[in-house]
C-alpha cells in the first residue's frame, strides 16, 4: 500500500489524497489510518469531513477545528459541494449519460447498502450523474458527479443498474483485485472556505502503476 500524500493545507485544513487499501479513520483491524497518518503529519487533533471508503483512493478532507468542521459539513449537508469521481466497470451502461435516482438501505451488520427504485421504509434517497468518458479493451470509464452523499452510494448504485465497480466483489464483481482494491477514485472536490470564503478546487491524480486506469488515455473535462 502507498503512502499518503498531501494536497493542501492551511490553519484551517487539510487535504489529503488517501491510497487504495488504507481506512480513512480508526477501524477494528488497527491499521494505520488516513486520520492518524494526518496526524501525525501536523502534530495535532484533526477532524474527518467526509468518508472514504477504504478500498477506493483519492481525495479526503479534513478539518483542523470543530467549527471548521462543522461549517464544511454543513456545506455537504446543503448539497453546495461538488464531488465528482471516477469508476472503471466492466459492462457498459444502458445510456451513455444519464442520471441516477434511487433509495439506498444501509444493511450495517453487512457494511453494505442495497439500492431500490422506490421508496421504501428505513431508505434514504441517493442520486448521482454519470457519463461514459472512455473504453479500453475490457473496461469503461464513468465519470461521476455525486449529488448526495450516502453509504457506499456509488457502488451500489452502479450495482443496481447491472455495472459493478471493477473489483467491488461486496457489490457483485466477478473478481476481486489481488491487493482488495476497488476501481473508484475520488477525483474533483470543489467547496468553500470555511475561513475565507474562497471556492477551493482541488484533483487527485490517480492512482500510479495501475495499468487499467493507465489504459484510458485521457480523463474527463467537468460535468
Given amino acids: ?4 500524500n498531501i494536497l493542501f493545507q492551511d490553519s484551517q485544513l487539510l487535504i489529503l489524497f488517501k491510497p487504495t ?33 477504504r478500498p477506493a483512493s483519492g481525495i479526503l478532507l479534513l478539518a483542523k477545528s470543530n467549527l471548521a468542521m462543522t461549517q464544511l459539513q454543513q456545506q455537504f449537508q446543503l448539497q453546495a459541494v461538488e464531488k465528482e469521481y471516477l469508476a472503471v466497470v466492466a459492462s457498459l ?19 453494505r447498502s442495497i439500492a431500490y427504485l422506490t421508496e421504501r421504509a ?13 473504453s479500453s479493451q475490457r473496461y469503461h470509464l464513468l465519470h461521476i458527479r455525486l449529488l448526495t452523499g450516502r453509504h457506499h452510494q456509488i457502488r451500489a448504485q452502479l450495482t443496481a ?3 459493478p465497480i471493477k473489483g467491488d466483489v461486496k457489490y457483485g464483481a466477478r473478481r476481486g483485485n489481488r491487493d482488495r482494491s476497488i476501481h473508484l477514485h475520488a477525483w474533483r472536490l470543489a467547496f468553500e472556505h470555511p ?22 488515455d485521457s480523463l474527463p473535462s467537468h460535468f
Wanted: proline share 5%.
Fill in 1 to 4: 500500500m502507498s503512502t499518503p
Fill in 21 to 53: 487499501g488504507m481506512p480513512a479513520q480508526d477501524d477494528q483491524t488497527g491499521n494505520l489510518s488516513a486520520l492518524q497518518w494526518a496526524e501525525n503529519q501536523c502534530k495535532q487533533t484533526l477532524h474527518l469531513v467526509h468518508r472514504l471508503d
Fill in 93 to 111: 451502461p444502458a445510456e451513455p449519460e444519464a442520471q441516477l435516482v434511487h433509495f439506498l438501505q444501509k444493511k450495517a451488520d453487512k457494511n
Fill in 122 to 134: 428505513h431508505t434514504d434517497r441517493a442520486e448521482l450523474r454519470y457519463r461514459v468518458c472512455g
Fill in 161 to 163: 443498474i447491472g455495472c
Fill in 195 to 216: 475561513g475565507s470564503g474562497e471556492w477551493i478546487k482541488l484533483e487527485a491524480s490517480l492512482p500510479e502503476g495501475d495499468a487499467v486506469w493507465a489504459a484510458f
